[in-house]
């Protein structure tokens, strides 16, 4: 299942029309932009670095994206993805909750895991958390949230419990965290344990490692959740004790 998810994850470029030198320029602005905002921040780099990365003018910024926030701008957009498309890969009614978790680590993770540009365009969504421009908001409720409520709606089905329940919220909060986990600190992960992300079969290990311990964790909250004594937490008022 992971592997079929991988599939529809990535888009091979075969089959596309050759870009026109404008087309290549304006590509090459967005990775060069990519990778230095996300090591120097907007704030410190400068139009000229962006072009001389770009083998361009200064010019093409402006003739392509008006000026150095429409630069900023376009990468976020660039290479978002529908929240729905992703969350379509996890929350299907007919899925086992084995199947709901491996879309969704698969579509998470392994665009990161085998793609360097993509790498640089998670350490600059981290960047802009840490020296907000604006946009992190607007991604924060575009993307984040809904990926978030759909996977509280899944293991909820799941399990048996209310849709909005703070016990969901944890659960999916304490799922999601193994994932970030990989998303912040994966070059720590490399550089102590490469082994563990060195071949497409080590990462498929991880990836399905992961879902097992989503399910052990689902399976102490099942029971939890069933016990006969079982207190509901959910009902805790907010900022209590």
Known sequence: MIEKNISHT????????????????????LHSAIRLFAEQGYANTSTRELAQAAGTNVAAISYYFGDKAGLYR??????????????????????????????????????????????????LWFREVLEPTG?????????????HEALTRVLARHLGAPDDSDDMHRLAFA????????MVAGDMLRALQPQLLATPQATQVWL??????????AEVERQRLHAPSAVNTSDTPKGSA
């Open 175 to 182: 799922v999601a965290a193994m994932a970030l986990q990989q």
């Open 10 to 29: 990535l888009h091979a470029d075969d089959g596309r029309k050759p870009r026109s030198d404008g087309e290549q320029s304006r590509e090459r602005l």
């Open 208 to 217: 399905a490692r992961m879902v097992d311990y989503a399910l052990a964790m």
């Open 74 to 123: 376009a990468v976020f957009a660039q290479y978002a993805v529908d929240p729905q498309v992703k969350i379509a890969r996890y929350d299907q009614p007919h899925f086992t909750l084995r199947q709901s978790l491996e879309g969704y680590y698969a579509q998470l993770l392994v665009p990161m895991l085998q793609s360097g540009l993509v790498r640089d365009c998670l350490r």
């Open 135 to 147: 946009l992190w908001a607007r991604e924060l409720e575009r993307n984040i949230r809904p990926e």
